[in-house]
T-cell receptor
Framework: GQNIDQPTEMTATEGAIVQINCTYQTSGFNGLFWYQQHAGEAPTFLSYNVLDGLEEKGRFSSFLSRSKGYSYLLLKELQMKDSASYLCAVRDIDNAGNMLTFGGGTRLMVKP | SAVISQKPSRDICQRGTSLTIQCQVDSQVTMMFWYRQQPGQSLTLIATANQGSEATYESGFVIDKFPISRPNLTFSTLTVSNMSPEDSSIYLC????????????FGPGTRLLVL
C-alpha cells in the first residue's frame, strides 16, 4: 500500500510564493498527481509527474524525486482565488487498474 | 479533456433507503472509478467500474452496499444501499485519460445527506 503525507494547513500572502510538499512510500510508483479542490467543488487536475524533475505550467509547477519519494507543488504570484485544498495522489503499478491513493490534502489560505 | 456529468448533484435521503448516482462521460473511456469524500476528509476509492464485468472493490467496500453498473464505455452508476447517516458524503466518479492514464478527471460530485 501507500503512505502519503502532506501538511494539513498552510497560510501565505497574496503575491507570494508557496511550496506544498508531499512525501510518499509505495512499492511500485507509477505517477504522482496534484489536484486543487475548492470548498464544495470537485477536484481539478493540476499536474502529473512520472519522471524526476520540474514540470511548469503557468503559475503552478510540480517537482518529483522518485528516489526520495518526494514531490512539491509550487504556486507563484499567489492570488486570493488560490485559497483551496491541494491534494497529492499517487498511482501504484501494483494496484489493479489505474486507481489513485490520495493524501489528506493541504488547506491553503491566501491572505491579502 | 473528457466532460463528466453526474446526477443527482445533491440529495437528502432517509435512512434505510437507497440512492443511485449516475455518471456520464462525453467520450468512451476504459477506466471509470467511484470515490467517496467524507466531510473534511480526502478522497477514498470505493471501486473501479469495469465494463462488461463486476466492479473491483477496495478494502472496506462491498458490492451489497455499493452495487455498481457499467453497461458501456461512457456510463456508470453507483448505488448507495440501505443508507445510514454515516453514508453522508460526496460521491465522485472519475475517468482516466491519455495514452498512459496521465490524467484523471473528476465529475462534479453528488452531495448526499442521510437523515
Amino acid at each position: 500500500g501507500q503512505n502519503i503525507d502532506q501538511p494539513t494547513e498552510m497560510t501565505a500572502t497574496e503575491g507570494a510564493i508557496v511550496q506544498i510538499n508531499c512525501t510518499y512510500q509505495t512499492s511500485g510508483f507509477n505517477g504522482l498527481f496534484w489536484y486543487q479542490q475548492h470548498a464544495g467543488e470537485a477536484p481539478t487536475f493540476l499536474s502529473y509527474n512520472v519522471l524526476d524533475g520540474l514540470e511548469e505550467k503557468g503559475r503552478f509547477s510540480s517537482f518529483l524525486s522518485r528516489s526520495k519519494g518526494y514531490s512539491y507543488l509550487l504556486l507563484k504570484e499567489l492570488q486570493m482565488k488560490d485559497s483551496a485544498s491541494y491534494l497529492c495522489a499517487v498511482r501504484d503499478i501494483d494496484n489493479a487498474g489505474n486507481m489513485l491513493t490520495f493524501g489528506g490534502g493541504t488547506r491553503l489560505m491566501v491572505k491579502p | 479533456s473528457a466532460v463528466i456529468s453526474q446526477k443527482p448533484s445533491r440529495d437528502i435521503c432517509q435512512r434505510g433507503t437507497s440512492l443511485t448516482i449516475q455518471c456520464q462521460v462525453d467520450s468512451q473511456v476504459t477506466m471509470m472509478f467511484w470515490y467517496r469524500q467524507q466531510p473534511g476528509q480526502s478522497l477514498t476509492l470505493i471501486a473501479t467500474a469495469n465494463q462488461g464485468s463486476e466492479a473491483t472493490y477496495e478494502s472496506g467496500f462491498v458490492i451489497d452496499k455499493f452495487p455498481i453498473s457499467r453497461p458501456n464505455l461512457t456510463f456508470s452508476t453507483l448505488t448507495v444501499s440501505n443508507m445510514s447517516p454515516e453514508d453522508s458524503s460526496i460521491y465522485l466518479c472519475s475517468v482516466d485519460e491519455g495514452a498512459v492514464g496521465e490524467t484523471q478527471y473528476f465529475g462534479p460530485g453528488t452531495r448526499l445527506l442521510v437523515l
